[in-house]
C-alpha cells in the first residue's frame, strides 16, 4: 500500500472535532444547569455550586455527599470493528473497561468513592446482539472493570436505534454514582494553592479521547491500522488498550492519609485539562512521562507540533494529582505499588491561569481552553 498525499499538520478539527464549536454549547448548559440547583431545596438538599464546570456534579445530601456523572465512550468502536477482520479478537472487553473508565475516572476527581454504574448500549440494530462472541466480552469485560474498581453494576439501558446509530454498530455510555464520606474528601476548589506538587499517573495509550483524528489518520498512512508502531505492534491493535482505570489509586491515597487538594482527568483538551481549576494559578512542568509509542505514531504522520499534540493527547499521562509538596514522592510510590507509573513532574505557581511544559517549550494559556460559565 502506497503513502496517501495528505496535509501537513493534521488537527482535531480535521476529524470533525472542534472543541471552539462544542464548548460555547457546554457553557450555556452550564448556565441553564445553574438555575436548577434551586430545586434540590425542596428535598432538603443543596449543590456544591463549585463543582459546577468540574467532571462530576456533587449534591450535599445530609450526612455525606452524592457525585454522579455520564459519559459515553465515542468512536473507538469503529476501530474495534476495523481490527476484528485483522486480528479476530472482538476488543469489547476493552470497550467495556473504556466505557467505564470515561464515567469512574471522572467521578473520582471530586474526591469520591465510586459505588455504582448503569450502562447505556444503544445498537444501530437489534441484529448487532446475535453476535455472541462480541456479546459477552462486553458483559465479561464490564464486569471485570466493575470488579477492579469494586463498583456495582446496577443495570442499564440496550435500545435499537436504527436510523440514530448507524446500523452495525453500537453506542456505549456508562453513568456512575459516587459518594464523599467523609465530606473532607472533597477535591474542589479551595484547596489547591501555590507550593503544591503535580503528580501525574501513566496512561495506556490513547485512552478514548483523540480518537477522531487516529481514525481519520488510519485513512492516510500506509497500512492504515495494520501500520506497524516502533515497538513492533499494529496501530489499530495499541489503539485499543484499554484505558487506565485509577480509582484504585486514589482510593490507596486516601486510606494512606494523603488528602489531594485537586485531581484532573486528561482527557479532550489533553494537558489544557490540567487548568481546569477555576482559579488563576500558573502550572509549571519540570518533567514530562514518556511518550507510548501509538502517541508518537500519530504525532509524527500526522505532522503535529508539540503543541498540538499535548493540546489534544495525554501524551503519556492521563491523571493529575495536586497534592500537598510533601505528600508528592508518597503519591508516586502508592500509585507505582498498583502498577500505575507516575512522576512528581510540576509544582502550581501563583501568577496567570497557564501551563508551562518547560522540557517542550510549551505554553498554553487560559484562552486556549474554555469549559466554565
Not at 446509530?165 to 464520606?181: N, P, Q, R, W
Not at 498512512?221 to 515497538?231: C, M, P, Q, T
Not at 494537558?271 to 508518537?296: C, I, N, Q, S
Not at 500526522?302 to 498540538?308: C, E, L, P, R
Amino acid at each position: 500500500m502506497t503513502q496517501q498525499k495528505r496535509p501537513p499538520g493534521l488537527a482535531y478539527k480535521d476529524a470533525g472535532v472542534d472543541y471552539s464549536k462544542i464548548d460555547p454549547l457546554k457553557i450555556d448548559a452550564q448556565q441553564a444547569a445553574r438555575e436548577t440547583g434551586g430545586n434540590l431545596a425542596r428535598l432538603g438538599y443543596k449543590e456544591i455550586s463549585s463543582s459546577r464546570g468540574e467532571s462530576a456534579y456533587v449534591v450535599d445530601i445530609g450526612d455525606f455527599l452524592l457525585a454522579s456523572i455520564t459519559e459515553c465512550l465515542g468512536t473507538k468502536v469503529l476501530i474495534a470493528d476495523a481490527m476484528r477482520r485483522v486480528t479476530g479478537k472482538t476488543y469489547f472487553d476493552n470497550l467495556a473497561q473504556d466505557t467505564l473508565a470515561m464515567a469512574i475516572n471522572d467521578i473520582i476527581t471530586v474526591g469520591a468513592t465510586p459505588v455504582s454504574v448503569q450502562a447505556y448500549w444503544a445498537a444501530g440494530s437489534s441484529n448487532w446482539f446475535d453476535d455472541k462472541e462480541r456479546a459477552r466480552d462486553l458483559v465479561q469485560g464490564w464486569k471485570a472493570a466493575c470488579d477492579h474498581c469494586g463498583v456495582s453494576w446496577g443495570g442499564g439501558e440496550t435500545p435499537s436505534l436504527g436510523g440514530v446509530v448507524e446500523s452495525g454498530t453500537i453506542d456505549l455510555a456508562a453513568s456512575c454514582l459516587g459518594v464523599v464520606k467523609p465530606r473532607e474528601r472533597l477535591t474542589l476548589q479551595d484547596k489547591m494553592k501555590p507550593g503544591d506538587a503535580i503528580v501525574l499517573l501513566a496512561s495506556s495509550g490513547i485512552h478514548a479521547n483523540g480518537v477522531s483524528l487516529a481514525r481519520k489518520l488510519a485513512l492516510e498512512v500506509a497500512d492504515g491500522y495494520e501500520a506497524v508502531l516502533s515497538d513492533g505492534r499494529l496501530y489499530g491493535d495499541a489503539l485499543l488498550d484499554a484505558t487506565t482505570l485509577y480509582s484504585p489509586v486514589t482510593e490507596a491515597l486516601f486510606a494512606a492519609g494523603v488528602m489531594p487538594h485537586y485531581i484532573a482527568n486528561i482527557t479532550g483538551h489533553g494537558w489544557r485539562k490540567v487548568m481546569r481549576h477555576g482559579d488563576e494559578l500558573t502550572y509549571r512542568f519540570h518533567t514530562v512521562p514518556p511518550v507510548p509509542p501509538v502517541l508518537a505514531f500519530i504525532q509524527e504522520n500526522a505532522n503535529m507540533s508539540d503543541s498540538d499534540a499535548y493540546g489534544t493527547f495525554n501524551m503519556g499521562a492521563g491523571f493529575a494529582l495536586f497534592v500537598a509538596a510533601e505528600d508528592a514522592e508518597k503519591t508516586v510510590e502508592v500509585s507505582k505499588k498498583l502498577g500505575i507509573d507516575a512522576w512528581n513532574a510540576g509544582v502550581i505557581e501563583a501568577g496567570a491561569k497557564s501551563v508551562i511544559i518547560e522540557p517542550l517549550g510549551i505554553t498554553f494559556t487560559a484562552d486556549d481552553m474554555h469549559l466554565r460559565a
